[in-house]
């Protein structure tokens, strides 16, 4: 008993040492957008809080493209230590997998969950270049001319095109879909003219400024940032509603928990502060904070119930 007890004393003493001593040098955010987006600016947001709050430099790391999956498949190889994170938009986990050909991870095994950094509530959005001013005038104009419209996305498999393609199904219209590598370029040319709608959370500076329509929230409730834009359901179709989602921070799977636990205590604290909330909310998203075993459910409940919502609108990607 006298050899075990220093053991003893010894492993416990350990574990609370070895969560003093995270971060242990910079950390990288990794994140599966193009810098401009709203996604990119929230990881830009949480990192600063983080660097100064943890006293290690966090680092955004871009790595755009195939909807996310290159970022993910980058943190999922990566050593698992919580110093290299993954910063993503949750259709990346929840709806590439069943959109696409295949993709590199298993998005419920291959990742732990960190904290949730903001709920999305998409809006639908047109270039006023079109002449509508809301949803039933976009409607009329699809029947009226199929194909003639162009919608973009931020990438295939991503919810402003599976929004897209569920809403010309409820609907029975037609348009062409245009897919973007980000927020950004997408909505770039949603503003030249060169798209003519699309689904997005961040843009209501450009609906307040007179450069873009909003026609439609997916809801269930009212945009924050523009509450006098009416959601699906109050205009007859619910099933919309379903493309809701959530941006999200993981670490590779294995990652300590007393260092997911000093992760999502540091980005709900930073989540908290006013000017985050006011930011955040001002780009159009939920302003929300979470466990690391709420969001893991969040995520496990989303993957199995997407399945089902792909097959109506019969996205597929090779």
């Known amino acids: ?13 350990g574990q609370p040492a070895a969560a003093q001593t995270y971060p242990a040098k910079p950390v990288n955010i990794v994140v599966s957008v193009p810098a401009g987006g709203t996604l990119d600016a929230i990881a ?20 755009p493209g195939a909807n996310g999956n290159i970022a993910a498949d980058y943190v999922r190889r990566s ?9 993503l938009a949750s259709s990346t986990l929840t709806l590439g997998p069943y959109v696409m050909e295949s993709v590199p991870f298993n998005p419920v095994k291959d990742f732990a969950p960190v904290a949730t950094l903001a709920g999305l509530n998409m809006v ?40 897209g393609a569920l809403l010309n199904r409820e609907t029975k219209t037609e348009a062409t ?3 973007y590598k980000g927020l950004a370029p997408s909505i770039q040319d949603l503003l030249a003219g060169q798209v003519q709608y699309t689904f997005d959370s961040g843009s209501a500076v450009h609906v307040k400024a007179g450069k873009l329509n909003a026609l439609a929230v997916i809801g269930p409730k009212r945009s924050t940032a523009l509450p006098e834009v009416p ?6 179709l619910p099933e919309l509603e379903k493309i809701s989602g959530w941006h999200g921070l993981f670490a590779p799977a294995g990652t300590p928990e007393a260092v997911i636990k000093t992760l999502n205590a540091e980005v709900n604290k930073a989540l908290k502060k ?24 969040a995520l496990r409940n989303d993957y199995a119930n997407y399945g089902t919502l792909i097959k109506k609108t019969g996205i597929t990607i090779q």
């Open 1 to 13: 008993m006298r050899k075990v007890l220093p053991v003893l004393a010894f492993c416990l003493l």
């Open 44 to 63: 830009r947001m949480v990192a600063r809080d983080l660097s100064e709050s943890l006293g290690q430099q966090f680092v955004v790391e871009n790595r």
């Open 79 to 87: 050593s698992a230590d919580g110093h290299t994170l993954l910063m």
């Open 124 to 163: 639908l959005l047109a270039n006023p270049s079109v002449g509508v001013t809301d949803l039933n005038g976009l409607i009329s104009h699809m029947k009226a001319k199929p194909n003639a419209l162009n919608y973009s996305s931020t990438g295939n498999g991503s919810f402003p095109h599976v929004a």
């Open 177 to 179: 879909h245009v897919p």
């Open 231 to 236: 959601t699906f359901r109050e205009l007859g």
């Open 274 to 297: 006013p000017d985050a909330i006011e930011r955040i909310e001002s780009m159009g998203f939920e302003s929300v904070t979470t466990t690391p075993e709420a969001l893991g459910e």
